[in-house]
């Protein structure tokens, strides 16, 4: 269908004679709601594309003009390289001129391994590898002392003082950790005279050698000599001191005495102990890899962790007594299983003289321990330490062969520190190895900043210094572009997986400036993303930077900041859904602000405004949840107030320990309260006043689906009531038709053809998989039969392909379903179409149908919502609906908790709750609570200086 616009002034943009130079020109962009548009967006400039959520921004800027350079780029490789790549479809639009290779930077999540860190998905952490295999200081792994030079003669000695008779194999090491096959290193050695080789632990003679595979890597040692220990004198002087020498020659330097039934012993010219009289190889990259078996620890895997069975899960109510199922698992299990294993509890009781009707936080500490451990029952104890309950649990672990019970214990396992490596990942010998006194885990343990410090300090001196100049150069840049998209906080072995989506971003954001590329079109997915006012200026600095560099940035905002310092704004509306997919404004930032048509200009200029609440609400006596004594993560042992019934901001700069106190710290634990969770809450002394909230519910931007068979009215539920609609009618009765035939995941009711999909994906090899409309039911999902049945003349795919406005009015007279379209509505989101794929959904659309799921329910008054950043791709006029949904929610006496930094939402707030002062390390504080007239007369708050600036704006 060609959804061009009426008329022609709806597809102009705006003249490109405000720019002398090139143009990135879209004719005819019809790609999802966008009408048919025509844009001129000038090159090496900062755009940005702004517009009610909905409007059809991220169809112009990802699916239209990052699929074409995509597209553009995959067809320039060869047809063998393109059948390995995945392939954007191509944009529907007539034609896309002037544009330059496309780099994407998207709020999606990082895609990346458990063990990936910032410094290891940003390259520092190899450059900090490389820095310490070329120029650190080596030291002894077991008594830390220096490492010096060991003669042939101390080598000798060493062996020569082995016991009497002791049985040893000498070896001499030739490659550790390499690829290949080795077929001509091989056959050199047996030139040599050498009989046997040592291939990946294996001894094998080279007449008979397996073969190796190329792709895998090796360790492999020659076999020098078998030698038998005997008068120390002799050997020193004979064969002994001969086959030393050899291994050492071969060897480079360095040669391995595997004893016979004992441990295997390194020995190196180079770099041995004097006092532990022990050789370590010679540094490389690969030992200060917790990724690689040459570096990580062996204890944990590289991990950090070790999964062991928590006494926090076990025993989760410390107040309860072993009668009244302290130990959770024992209590909660059934059977005879569970039988067994309170009995056991009980009869070990006795045995060391427990009350079993006492509180267990109320038993001795060593009373606990040998319940819990089976720790100081003595030595006849050996079977009551078998009925402790960790015992218990270890072995029912081992010996249980059901996933079932797999599953249910690991609700009690936590990822606890490795005491090998006391959580750095790396064997000994990496952290032996220091520069400046640091190992290279207390340099990665750093924030950014800090490590930036340290690292911009530091001095060689001699051949040092000329080797460690690039590393270092290499490394501090890398630091300094973190730093400058406002990354200063994070630590350097922060996992990625733990970033929030606009810290992953910003990491991308980066590593992109690192990169040093020129001439490259970069498009932007609101990378203002969870950014305070504070911080700000820098993210717009280092784009700045970008574009100066001979780049063009296109970037979806809605941030103001972000909008004034662009060069060229395109504004799309006016409306969202079908509603939207137009140009309201196409040209310079001089002059949005007198365009008519644009709501965002309306906003940007004043004359339109977020406002503020006429009266705020007041805390009540004693109605308050109080948590007392936080220090997970940085925060600094503080005590803080959550007065209940109110809206609630939580605020400070990025870093500053907001998703710690509210997150880690009082969600999981009220989580655990109310709804049995097994997450344990952060370290903190006690919580008061939870027993004051019967429900609380946690809306992030996680997606509510990962499949195109989620839809916004199967996980709303409203899909229910619906087929119940058409279950009712006169048509289903008399067929036999209930509720379940209208479901597109049933086999009666669905197309078989599609398999209720409404469409099929083909593979095309060379060229981009192509979605068609299914021929049997024409991308209406279900078969001829079901589609029979209507209401007011509209069959069940009718009503599925509706916007929310449209069933609301379709569905005015059935409550349960108005009831769940109205709250739809009221958070914004009008334009979705019922049976939108929930895989197409933003971040901040989920979270808003998350909210509107939960309004749609009947409320208590005592329930606290959790929101996490929920102005996320929000436009200012949404944000006002938003708002206005939030103090609904609040008038009913619920509790409204958000931690944000929209300072819309901060002056909307009853109570403001600012941490700080600043992020890591030196962040953690309290800085202010009370509402924000109150908190804009703070002289330390970033907060309360960006409020105060907001302010005196409007």
């Known amino acids: 269908m060609n959804n061009r616009p009426d008329t022609e002034s709806e597809k102009k943009s705006s003249p490109p004679s405000a720019f002398n130079g090139p143009f990135i020109r879209v004719k005819g962009a019809r790609t999802h709601n ?42 320039s490789l060869s047809t063998y390289a393109r059948q390995f790549l995945q392939q954007m479809p191509r944009p529907d639009c007539d034609r896309v001129s002037g544009l330059p290779p496309t780099v994407a930077i998207r709020q999606d999540a990082t895609v990346s391994g458990p063990q990936s860190t910032l410094a290891t998905s940003t390259e520092i952490y190899d450059y900090m590898r490389l820095l310490f295999a070329r120029v650190g200081s080596p030291g002894c792994p077991e008594c830390g002392s220096p490492i010096e030079s060991q003669s042939l003669q101390q080598v000798v000695a060493e062996l020569a003082a082995l016991p009497t008779g002791a049985r040893l ?42 073969r190796i595979d190329r792709y ?60 532990c009289k022990i050789g370590i190889e010679e540094p490389t990259p690969k030992l200060f890899s917790f990724n690689s078996p040459y570096g990580r620890c062996p204890a944990c895997r590289g991990r950090g962790v070790v999964e062991r069975f928590d006494t926090d899960l076990i025993v989760p109510d410390a107040e309860k007594s072993i009668e009244e199922g302290a130990v959770e698992p024992f209590h909660s299990w059934k059977g005879s299983t569970g039988a067994r294993l309170r009995k056991n509890l009980l009869h070990l009781a006795r045995a060391v003289h427990a009350d079993s009707s006492k509180p267990f936080r109320e038993l001795h500490a060593e009373i606990r321990r040998a319940l819990l451990y089976g720790q100081g029952l003595g030595g006849d104890g050996t079977e009551l330490r078998k009925m402790a309950v960790i015992p218990s649990l270890e072995r029912l672990k081992e010996s249980t062969g059901s996933g079932r019970t797999l599953r249910r214990l690991a609700r009690y396992i936590s990822p606890i520190r490795c005491d090998g490596c006391q959580g750095t990942r790396l064997r000994p ?46 490394l501090r840049s890398r630091l300094r572009f973190l730093i400058d998209v406002g990354l200063h906080y994070l630590g350097c072995d922060r996992l990625t997986g733990t970033l929030s989506t606009g810290e992953s971003q910003r990491t991308r954001l980066a590593t992109q400036i690192g990169s040093a590329l020129t001439g490259v079109c970069y498009i932007l997915d609101e990378p203002s993303i969870g950014l305070h006012h504070r911080d700000h200026s820098r993210l717009l600095d280092a784009m700045a930077r970008l574009r100066d560099t001979g780049n063009s940035l296109v970037v979806v905002e809605h941030d103001a900041q972000t909008i004034e310092q662009a060069d060229w704004v395109l504004d799309l509306g006016p409306g969202a859904g079908k509603d939207g997919g137009r140009v309201l ?67 400070g700069v990025s870093g500053s320990g907001k998703s710690t106190l509210v997150n880690d710290i009082l969600l999981k634990a009220l989580m655990r309260r109310i709804n049995n969770s097994t997450e344990k809450p952060g370290r903190h002394s006690c919580i008061e006043g939870m027993e004051r909230v019967d429900k609380v519910l946690r809306i992030d931007q996680a997606p509510i689906g990962k499949t195109p068979r989620s839809t916004p009215a199967t996980y709303t539920k409203v899909f229910d009531h619906i087929r119940r609609v058409f279950a009712d009618t006169k048509q289903s009765k008399v067929r036999g038709y209930g509720v379940g035939r209208f479901s597109f995941n049933n086999r009666r009711g669905r197309c078989q053809q599609c398999r209720g999909m409404g469409e099929r994906q083909i593979e095309m090899s060379l060229l981009p998989d192509v979605k068609v409309e299914c021929e049997a039911c024409h991308g209406r999902r279900y078969n001829e039969e079901t589609l029979q049945v209507a209401v007011h003349g509209r069959h069940i795919a009718d009503v599925l392909g509706m916007t929310v406005d449209e069933a609301l009015g379709f569905f005015k007279n059935h409550p349960p379903i108005e009831r769940r379209l109205r709250t739809l509505g009221e958070v914004g989101l009008g334009y979705l179409r019922l049976d939108q794929p929930s ?3 933003s971040g901040g659309e989920a979270q808003r149908i998350k909210l509107a799921a939960e309004l749609g329910k009947i409320s208590t008054g005592n329930t606290l919502y959790a929101l996490d950043e929920p102005t996320t791709g929000l436009h200012f006029e949404d944000i006002r609906k938003l708002l206005r949904t939030l103090h ?30 600043e992020g890591g390390g030196a962040g953690g504080r309290l800085i202010a609570e009370g509402a924000p007239e109150k908190l804009v007369q703070c002289s330390h708050s970033h907060t309360a200086a960006a409020l105060r600036e907001h302010l005196a704006r409007k």
């Open 429 to 474: 010998e990496a952290l032996a190895v220091t520069i400046d006194g640091k190992n290279i885990a207390e340099i990665t343990r750093m924030q950014v900043g800090e490590a930036a410090q340290f690292l911009g300090e530091l001095r060689f001196t001699g051949a040092g210094a000329t080797i460690a100049a690039p590393i270092l150069k290499e």
């Open 585 to 651: 404004y196409n040209g310079p930032l001089q002059e949005l602000q007198h365009s008519g048509k644009s709501l965002t200009a309306r906003y940007i200029s004043g004359r339109r405004r977020v406002p503020a609440p006429e009266c705020r609400r007041t805390p009540e006596e004693g109605r308050h949840i109080r948590v007392k004594g936080a220090v997970e993560h940085n925060l600094k042992n503080i005590n803080v107030d959550f007065p209940l019934g109110m809206l609630i901001c939580v605020t």
């Open 216 to 275: 895998k890597t090796h360790d492999i040692d020659v076999v020098i000599d078998r030698l038998v220990v005997r008068d120390a004198a002799a050997q020193i002087s004979g064969r002994f001191s001969d086959s030393v020498r050899t291994a050492l020659n071969v060897g480079d330097g360095m040669c391995i005495a595997l004893q016979h039934g004992g441990a295997e012993r390194m020995f190196n010219q180079r770099l041995a102990c004097p006092h």
């Open 169 to 210: 194999t000498l070896l001499a090491p030739l490659v550790r950790g390499r690829k290949g096959h080795y077929r001509d290193l091989l056959e050199n050695i047996k030139k040599e005279g050498f009989v046997k080789v040592r291939i990946d632990g294996q001894i094998h003679d080279l007449d008979d050698v397996p």
């Open 839 to 841: 895989n197409t959904l």
């Open 888 to 917: 609904g929610l609040a008038d009913l006496g619920n509790t409204i908790l958000v931690i944000e930094h929209n300072l819309d939402v901060i002056n909307n707030a009853d109570h403001i709750i600012d941490l700080g002062p």
């Open 34 to 75: 966008l009408k048919g548009i025509d844009v001129d967006l000038p090159r090496d400039k900062m755009v940005v594309i702004t517009g009610i959520s909905g409007s059809g921004k991220s169809s112009l800027a990802f699916d239209t003009l990052y699929a074409e350079g995509q597209r553009r780029y995959i067809e």
